[in-house]
């Protein structure tokens, strides 16, 4: 009986946690929305990774306000925030930190002492990441995967809540690393920032050519989004939307007997059992962004784009005629059906 009475009284916090952070979500949108003009997709994606505990990749040209959305957001929760710009000369220490030896003046004696690097904030920006060599590269994933840092044989744990958002010039790649497919599993989205609309742009240009200053009022706390990334965990899903969720995954890997002619004709390589867990998770974030304790198909067919779109590997032919991985994304959306996926029965009804 204390059971299950415990029970409904978590899951009545649950509630009123996820309507505050529907109320949240709109007030971040204002307070975001006095410095970045339009970009509600690029938004909405950075916080349910945030939300989700992921890290995101921006992909865009330079001037989309990348940067400015990044630091913005991260004064509008109350977070710490460090920019990290990658160069060719950029050395793993740089982003970790380093030990260095200090004199006690009482005792003089000599120690190592850690000094922290820009890695230890709780929005770290790495912008231009593919900009420095793969060896610097690396100094990421640890702290990405395991939230710590190694340093003398010593572990050092981040602060959390703890993101790292990522920014790529998908133009100029003369003197670039591309990021190898391990790191770009690591990042929870691929958010694809596009140009602005006539309307937008010309708000921008009003925006930014006067000399006005703009506060950013803080929305969220550090402790609403630790609760809040919990929360997420909890929310429940049905087996159908599981089956579907993975029916993407699935459906890309060439081998499998799921997978439909065109994903064997354009694609190298599919996604693994990592995006089928961002897609659930991800899913799940949005609908709690939305006000809902349940996650719809709906929810997941929103997130497949920034999950799957830097997981599956084009080919030569699908190059040649123009194929990308959003378009081989939107033909999987068109052909896996929900009914399919309730029933559990996606390979007997594509075979239909």
Request: net charge negative; aromatic share 6%.
């Amino acid at each position: 009986m204390e059971n299950t009475t415990d029970s409904q009284n978590t899951e009545e916090k649950d509630q009123e946690v996820i309507a505050k952070l529907k109320k949240a979500h709109n007030l971040l949108k204002q307070e975001i929305g006095k410095v970045i003009v339009g970009q509600e997709r690029v938004i909405d994606e950075v916080l349910i990774s945030i939300f989700s505990r992921g890290h995101c990749l921006l992909v865009g040209v330079p001037g989309l306000a990348k940067t400015k959305l990044i630091s913005t957001l991260a004064q509008a929760l109350s977070l710490s925030f460090m920019r990290i710009q990658f160069t060719p000369d950029l050395m793993p220490s740089d982003i970790t930190g380093t030990e260095v030896i200090q004199e006690d003046k009482l005792t003089g004696q000599r120690q190592f002492k850690f000094l922290q690097g820009p890695i230890f904030a709780n929005v770290v920006l790495a912008d231009e990441i593919n900009r420095t060599p793969p060896k610097t590269q690396a100094a990421l994933l640890e702290a990405m995967q395991e939230h710590q840092v190694t340093a003398g044989g010593k572990k050092h744990t981040l602060p959390q809540p703890f993101f790292v958002l990522a920014t790529q010039n998908p133009i100029e790649q003369e003197g670039t690393y591309p990021l190898p497919e391990a790191q770009l599993d690591r990042f929870m989205f691929n958010t694809l920032v596009d140009y602005p609309t006539e309307e937008e742009e010309l708000q921008i240009m009003k925006l930014t050519t006067t000399d006005v200053d703009t506060d950013i009022s803080q929305v969220v706390s550090k402790e609403d989004i630790v609760q809040l990334q919990k929360i997420v965990r909890r929310v429940p899903i049905g087996d159908h939307q599981i089956q579907y969720a993975m029916s993407f995954a699935r459906m890309t890997r060439v081998t499998t007997p799921e997978a439909p002619d065109f994903i064997k004709n354009w694609l190298s390589w599919g996604a693994g059992p990592r995006a089928s867990q961002y897609l659930i998770i991800g899913a799940k974030a949005r609908a709690i962004l939305h006000g809902r304790n349940y996650v719809s198909t709906e929810d997941i067919r929103a997130v497949a784009h920034p999950v799957l779109r830097h997981r599956i590997i084009t080919n030569y032919t699908a190059s040649a005629e123009g194929i990308t991985p959003d378009k081989v994304i939107d033909k999987l959306i068109e052909i896996i059906p929900d009914k399919a996926a309730e029933d559990g029965r996606l390979s007997e009804v594509l075979k239909s």
